[in-house]
């Protein structure tokens, strides 16, 4: 299968990127690790007239804490991501989601940036993101007074199925999240048919320990069980000023499956799929906990 | 019709081809260039048989545009072998790493990644590694062996490595 016809940029730098964006209007697309944009092109869904390539551009792929937040740039591939030690140490949750994202080769290629911004609700990072409370850095074109660069925060940034704050001219720069304080953990947990599917449903759990061992502060989302990723907010409170107990966890583990909205298909009916985000959310607190509770 | 002229360095030979813009890196790799190891199964990102090194890096190349690889070097199958075959295509050899041989070179640059970044894999690493690339003959067993037979040998004799 061969793409449509299409003119292939690659600018210089990210205000160029930018630039061009803003000429060629709405039929222009960011080209960045291409894994879900190339194959939708393939198929036909997708036919952007102008494809701007943004690999190479510099500066664009760290993975770096600077000022109370760990930055990861745009084009950090899935496997950077899963082979940083900064991540691996500090930030579990996100190599549990790049690990299940599609496959070690696809990896090499997908950007996180692109994994966000593609915005697709079935995609692991959103609801990772959504968990652990992150910003989104984009840049539009420059004018006076301002250098087209605005923070969204996440909640904000999904808007529909495949759609997002994202103007046509803007592109998505960095993600960052605030650095954890004091006993915290979290955790992604997926359940796919196989390596490469999407999730049949996926649950980020974030949590907070204070010195009694009450729960602080809880960020819980969902994977693919709803038109953009799903943030479960009574889950979340359920959690905060009590003990990660049994109960409790029960608890907002049946709020979470009912703050889903899943679709039946061929990955399974509703009825399985809000079972799945019960059982899985419970597991998720669970070792988010064991997590917060190994930095006493 | 957007066309460009680029060069890509394959298996150390620069290649020069006009090219349009949605070409796939696998068509330059099998058309233009005539590099017929490198094959298409699926062509919609899932079975890994399209799989190369760009620039020392595992792709699948039904996924990258050839405009992309301008100016990168690539690795395929037929860059493997050098005064010998590598270790890599020996393994699938005497451990009966391949049936229909569909997957192979796929599997083969694949586990070329996996070994260049850790050469002394468990066998869960190589199962890990390879779980990009599909295989509906040999259950993977032979492949996973397949594999560790070339990790042994590549760190008793370095220097008998193939290709970069």
């Known amino acids: 299968m061969i793409p449509g016809s299409f003119d ?29 944009l190339i194959p939708l092109m393939k198929l036909r869904l997708a036919e952007p007239t102008h494809l701007v390539d943004i690999n190479g551009l510099e500066g664009l792929d760290y993975i770096k804490e600077e000022g109370g937040y760990l930055k990861i740039g745009a084009m950090v591939t899935e496997a950077q991501l899963e082979e940083s030690d900064l991540i691996a140490e500090k930030y579990p949750i996100l190599k549990d989601t790049s690990k299940v994202i599609a496959d070690p080769l696809v990896r090499n290629k997908a950007t996180v940036g692109g994994n966000i911004a593609h915005g697709d609700p079935a995609n692991d990072h959103p609801a990772t993101m959504m968990a652990m409370n992150a910003e989104v850095v984009v840049k539009g074109p420059s004018a006076p007074m301002t250098d087209g660069v605005r923070t969204v925060t996440i909640d904000e940034f999904f808007v529909g199925p495949l759609m997002t704050a994202l103007s046509h001219n803007e592109i998505l720069m960095e993600i960052r999240i605030p650095e954890p304080d004091g006993m915290c953990g979290a955790a992604y947990l997926k359940l796919e048919r196989k390596v490469g599917d999407y999730a049949i449903a996926g649950v980020a759990v974030s949590i907070v320990v204070d010195g009694e061992g009450n729960c602080s502060n809880a960020g819980i989302a969902l994977t693919n069980v709803g038109p953009t990723p799903v ?34 298909d061929h990955r399974g009916s509703e009825e399985f799929k809000r079972a799945i985000v019960k059982t899985m959310t419970a597991r998720a607190i669970d070792k988010a906990k064991t997590r917060a509770e190994g930095k006493k | 019709m957007a066309t460009r002229s680029i060069t890509v360095t394959i298996n150390g030979e620069a290649r020069t081809a006009e090219v349009e813009d949605r070409l796939l890196l696998v068509h330059l790799i099998r058309d233009n260039c005539g590099l017929t190891g490198t094959h298409i199964g699926c062509d919609t990102t899932h079975c890994g048989a399209c799989t190369v090194l760009l620039d020392g890096i595992a792709i699948k190349s039904c996924t990258v545009f050839a405009v992309q690889a ?7 199958i037929e860059g493997m072998e050098g005064e010998a075959l590598h270790p890599l295509q020996e393994g699938f050899m005497e ?29 869960d690493d190589i199962r890990w590694g390879i779980s990009g690339n599909l295989c509906r003959c040999t259950g993977y067993q032979n492949i996973v062996k397949a594999v560790q037979y070339a990790s042994e040998k590549l760190q008793e004799t370095p220097a008998e490595e193939g290709a970069k």
Not at chain 1, 238 to 250: F, R, S, T, V, Y
Not at chain 2, 70 to 75: I, K, L, M, N, R
């Open chain 1, 8 to 36: 292939y940029h690659k600018p210089e730098s990210l205000e160029d990127a930018v630039g061009l964006l803003n000429e060629l209007g709405d039929d222009a697309k960011v080209l960045a690790g291409g894994h879900s």
């Open chain 1, 231 to 264: 943030r479960a907010t009574q889950a979340q409170e359920a959690l905060i000023g009590k003990p990660l107990d049994e109960n409790n966890i029960a608890e907002a583990a049946q709020l979470a499956a009912d703050a889903s909205q899943p679709v039946g």
């Open chain 2, 70 to 76: 301008d100016g990168a070097e690539v690795t395929t």
């Open chain 2, 95 to 123: 451990e009966h790493g391949l049936q229909c041989g569909f997957c192979t070179p796929g599997m083969i640059m694949s586990s070329k990644h996996l070994l260049d970044k850790n050469p002394n894999p468990t066998e």
